[in-house]
């Protein structure tokens, strides 16, 4: 298996891109799309655990769109062969001093194109050392 073809880094990369700028601005119907539709879809949030694509586009539609502005850190996209990839970053958010927050999604190239098949989100307090 190859690892990390810049290609397929490349297309991933672009699509976490849309997924964040979804994300901060609750553009709910990209949201969706990024997300493989599909029982077996799965999003560990900060407090929520979602089976399936319908409960996670029903976490989305209902979430307030107040206080998503984030930003991101130490992102970093590695690809495993043609069609799958894991996306993982540190994020911060100016409303939460002192906590940083890490999501990580796997992403999966269908015909439709590339999906987020599982994502886990935590926040935890900063360690010591470590702010960017």
């Not at 849309?18 to 709910?28: G, H, I, T």
């Not at 799309?33 to 077996?40: A, G, H, I």
């Not at 894991?86 to 939460?96: C, G």
Request: net charge neutral; aromatic share 10%; hydrophobic share 40%.
């Amino acid at each position: 298996m190859q690892v990390d073809l810049p290609e397929v880094v490349a297309e991933v990369t672009e699509q976490f891109a849309r997924y964040e700028k979804a994300l901060v601005s609750n553009d709910v119907a990209v949201l969706g799309e990024l997300f493989r539709k599909d029982p077996r879809t799965l999003r560990y949030g900060i407090g929520e655990n979602l089976y399936g694509y319908d409960a996670i586009n029903a976490f989305r539609a209902a979430r307030s769109p107040a206080g998503l502005m984030r930003r991101t850190a130490k992102t970093v996209i590695t690809a495993y062969g043609q069609d799958c990839a894991v996306a993982s970053t540190l994020f911060y958010r100016d409303t939460v001093p002192g906590k940083v927050g890490r999501q990580m999604q796997t992403w999966v190239r269908f015909a439709e194109g590339w999906r987020i098949v599982a994502a886990h989100v935590s926040v935890i307090d900063e360690p010591p050392g470590q702010a960017t």
